[in-house]
Every structure is written in C-alpha cells, then in structure tokens.
C-alpha cells in the first residue's frame, strides 16, 4: 500500500507579523523544528492510530474536502511546539496538503501546497495572511509585499480585498534565539483582537503603516547584513506590536532579558503568549537570561528546506 511521508518547517517572523494580514510587507525565515508525517489510505480517518472527527481537525478536513474526500489515516509528530508562535499549525497544513495531494497524483507545486494549506489555515482560522503556510512550503527565507528582482518573484495569493506577492530572500548568516514563554496562544482570536482595534480606532491603522515601513527598512538592513539596524528595527516592532495589544507580561519579560546580550528583540507571531526571537551574537548570554526569566531558550538555525514528499510503495 502506497505511503507517503512528509514534513514541512516552522518559521519565524522577523517584521511584519499583523501588519502583513492586511497587506503590508513582511519577512520570516524557516527554521530547523519541523513537522513530520506519514499518510496512507484507510477505511477511515485515522490519527496516531485512533479513530479521529474530522470536524475536530477543521485544516485537515477542507484538504481532504479539496482532494475527493479520501480517508486516510495519519501518523503525526511535531517537533515545533503548538501555540507557540513558531507556525506549528501552518506546518501541518503543509504537509497534510503535501501528502494528500501526493495520495491523489496532484501536482506538488510549492505554490500550489502553499495556496491550498493557506486556505485550510483561512477555514479554520476565519483569518489571516499566506505568510506562513508559505514559508513553511518554500524553507529558506521569503518576503510578502517587498519589491525586488523579478528572479526572485515565487507565487502570490489573493484572498478577499488583498493579494500578497511572495519572494524568495537570501537568508543571512545571522544567529537568532527563539524564547518561548511556554504559554500556547491561538492565532485566530489575536488577528481578531487587532482588527477590531483597527476597526474602531484610526491611531491603530497608523500603527500598522508604521509597522509596513519599519519592515522595508529592515529588508535594506538584511540586505546589506547590517545587524545593529536590523536589531534596533527588531525592538521597535516589538514596541508597535505592544501598541496593538497582542503582547504580554511575559513576552516582555523575555524581551527585556535579551536586549543587554542582543542587537534587537521581539515577540514573533501572533503573540499574546508564544516565542520571542532575538538577533544576537551572544547567543548562550541569551539563553541563559531567557532561561533566568522563565523561558524556554533554543538557537534556532535558518536556511533550511521547505517542504519534502516522499513516497514508498
Ligand atoms: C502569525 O504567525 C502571523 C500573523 O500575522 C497572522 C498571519 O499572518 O496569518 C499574526
């Protein structure tokens, strides 16, 4: 019987989380925490080998809605912790898409994975940009919304009144540590938080702007590996971000505990709970005053692949 394995990254955001779900420019890097699975048909729908709802698994269900209903049974571990900011749901969309489509000889296009796991995330979420079900497919490091060479160009993605063009961007030899607070938060009610904020207050919009324009200049930054720029840019998103309401005592607390040992520091994802992530070249200084302020620290390493399919007969 046909088995197909997958995995997809998880990511980080180094500007533009929020801003970018409406349209404004963003930037995150894929790193070494993946999702892994293996996927082959069964009588029916099956995780870690119990019986599952499908309704409870809403991303898995518009894939499978997608890909003629076929039941499978699924065999799942995720070495990118869940709630924390890191894109664990976006990387299980990847590689659920990736194996159902390699299941249903579809086309394993990137562009394809990552519009149709962006919808699945869309379904469940009610929400959102296709940032990170794109990184997640492509690895490396992409941009949303950034102008620069035509070479570099991978896909866009339309959804209601917003289209996002995504690049392909070097990814530098640069050391970021991840914190995670240990507190899961959900995307959703987040992205939701600062849309009503944005709705019923216009200074929130301008925090927005300021938050798309920080993030061009954070791409000038990484392209001419300017770190000290990058870090100052890093810190003030966090600010803006806080400003929008999505940060916490917590991500604070860790902020604050990396920057005498960091270029810059900042919540990364929706936030609320979640990871911070710190450019540094000290980074052990770093861990160890996450560690201090309760945290979880680890060195994450970018420039990793995007999505991998294989299959066994
Ligand atoms: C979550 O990783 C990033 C957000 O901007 C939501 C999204 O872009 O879908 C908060």
Not at 242 to 258: D, P, R, T
């Amino acid at each position: 019987m046909t088995e197909i394995s997958a995995s997809a990254p998880g990511k980080f955001v180094i500007l533009g989380e929020h801003a970018v779900v409406y349209g404004k420019p963003a930037i995150a890097l894929a790193i070494d925490r993946r999702f892994y699975m293996t996927v082959k048909r069964d009588d029916e729908f099956k995780i870690n080998g119990e019986a599952a709802d499908l309704k409870a698994n809403p991303h898995m269900r518009y894939i499978i809605g997608r890909n003629d209903m076929i039941s499978v049974s699924v065999q799942m571990d995720s070495k990118i912790p869940t709630g924390s900011g890191l894109g664990s749901s976006a990387a299980l969309s990847v590689a659920f898409s990736a194996a159902i489509r390699a299941l249903s000889g579809k086309s394993l296009k990137e562009a394809e994975v990552a519009e149709e796991a962006f919808e699945a995330e869309y379904f469940s979420q009610g929400r959102g940009s296709p940032m990170d079900t794109s990184a997640s497919a492509h690895g490396h490091g992409i941009a949303l919304n950034v102008s620069g060479k035509e070479d570099d160009r991978l896909w866009d993605i339309s959804k209601n009144e917003h289209t996002w063009n995504i690049s392909k961007i070097e990814v530098p030899a640069m050391t970021f540590v991840i914190g995670y607070t240990g507190i899961r938060a959900a995307t959703g009610p987040l992205v939701e938080k600062v849309r009503k904020y944005k709705d019923s207050n216009r200074f929130a919009l301008d925090i927005i702007n300021e938050i798309g324009q920080i993030t061009l200049e954070g791409m000038d930054a990484l392209r001419t590996n300017n770190v000290v720029e990058l870090g100052e840019l890093m810190t003030k998103d966090h600010k803006l971000l806080s400003i929008l309401g999505v940060s916490s005592n917590e991500l604070n607390k860790l902020v604050n505990a990396s920057l005498p040992y960091a270029y810059g520091a900042k919540l990364t994802g929706a936030g609320g709970g979640g990871s911070i992530v710190a450019l540094t070249d000290q980074p052990n200084k770093v861990c160890d005053a996450i560690a201090s302020r309760g945290g979880v620290p680890f060195i994450v390493k970018t420039g990793v692949e995007g999505m991998n399919v294989s299959k066994k007969e």
